[in-house]
């Protein structure tokens, strides 16, 4: 059977994907099942960023080089990345319940065992293993979700969900701060051991498995194979290109390679019996819109929050944990506005609300773009706020978008293409604005530096100097006179808010095109398939 074929069958026949039972007691109760799958993907999203904060304490504690220390979370990135979209296939084939609970007690363990380890190899090795396991995670708790609520709860459920990953994206700053100032650098991540202690315990009383009489009963091992390497080339640019050189030929080198990769890919799967991915969920406009609007979305917001954190701690000099505090307009915003779009988005659908929310986001983007030296905590909380009241419903709805128009035995993949295109959207923000970011300091901190008078660089103290102002810190030496020294954060201070700004403006743009892709979008034409549970 081709994909084509597949596809069209599940559109044709929902009578093909059994629609579960009421739930009995605890078991399969949806708003517990929500409850139980949140516990294991709060793990994961504080894990993306909760970490940058521990970073400095692991390399001074381990001996750490700089190549470590990125290896630590560039590692974790890549199996994350590379994995989703097999997992989310092993979620269909075996069940979301089993791959949810083995993610669940995989990423409890590498954590705890990170935490115990006495050098970086370790760190690095454990850290891949987060990844890995992560993956299996978060599509198999988007399974479990569109089987057990019903179409008319699945967006409110949603919305939940993506309170959670945005609260704990957002909060790993503030509780990372708190533990590495006043615990210990593994205590980041012994407190994921507990957490994961109790997702198990929860999972295996609550979870019910849902599968479809048409789940898949093979692997494409070769399309795994293809794809995983594909992605790991274009992950890995994007990684390295700003430290290559995006005109370097290693940069072009894996670009090319994943170009080539994903044309063979997708060549491979019009031939396989149950293909990885079947093209023809492509076929779909509005799946195919939200993937690519989860992308632009993940650009504009993973892009534009790499910078804040530099600008509040280096700029401002607030602390991890102040800082973190001056994003909880974010945060808040995130938690409050998220159910609510998930309400709005089932009552009228996903397109003005997703258009809305992108609106929202460039708004805030162009705002943030006029932020200065001296721009108060007031300014930055509106903006902030208002980034936060635009991602909530773009969260919720483009998920809801690509989940709700996949067929129902394919559900775990298009969870992996939703949380795939997430990374892949945030990789490539951080990588393209970091670049712009670095084209503005070039081009700025000669000038500004000799306007100042003070005193000339040589060619290789000038590179020097501007690496440390793309993150908006003072190339100060020690010895220098503290008027010298005062001088110099002026001009580095001023050059990264205009590179930062310059950064903002592209993002605000990224989100202005992501608007008009939101236009495509429609509620998920499938999304009847997994009601049928009760308890709601």
Known sequence: MTSQTTVEKASREPQDTAAPAPAKGLRGHPWLTLFSVAIGVMMVALDGTIVAIANPAIQQDLGASL??????????MLALAVSLITAGKLGDRFGHRQTFLIGVVGFAAASGAIGLSGSVALVIVFRVLQGLFGALLMPAALGLLRAT???EKLNMAIGIWGMVIGASTA???ILGGVLVEHVSWQSVFF???PVGVIALVLGLVILKDHRAENAPRSFDIGGIVLLSQAMFCLIWALIKGAEWGWGDYKTLGFLGAAV???VVFAFSQKNVREPLIPLAMFRSVPLSAGAVLMVL???????????????LQNVHGLSPVDSGLHLLPLTGMMIVASPLAGAMITKFGPRVPLVGGMVCTAVAMFGMSQLTIGTGTLTMSIWFGLLGLGLAPVMVGATEVIVGNAPMELSGVAGGLQQAAMQVGGSLGTAVLGAVMASQVDSKLADNWTAAK???LTPEQLDAASSAVEVGVPPVGGNTPPEVAAQIAGVAHDTFVSGMSTAFMVAGIVAVVAALVATLTKRGANAEAGAGAGHI
């Open 67 to 76: 190549a470590d220390v990125q290896w630590i979370t560039n590692g974790y």
């Open 149 to 151: 609520f019903p179409a």
């Open 171 to 173: 909060g790993g700053p």
């Open 191 to 193: 407190i994921n051991v």
């Open 260 to 262: 080539a990769l994903f």
């Open 297 to 311: 979305m993940a650009f504009a917001f993973m892009g534009g929050l790499f910078f804040v954190t530099f600008y």
């Open 454 to 456: 003070l005193p000339p």
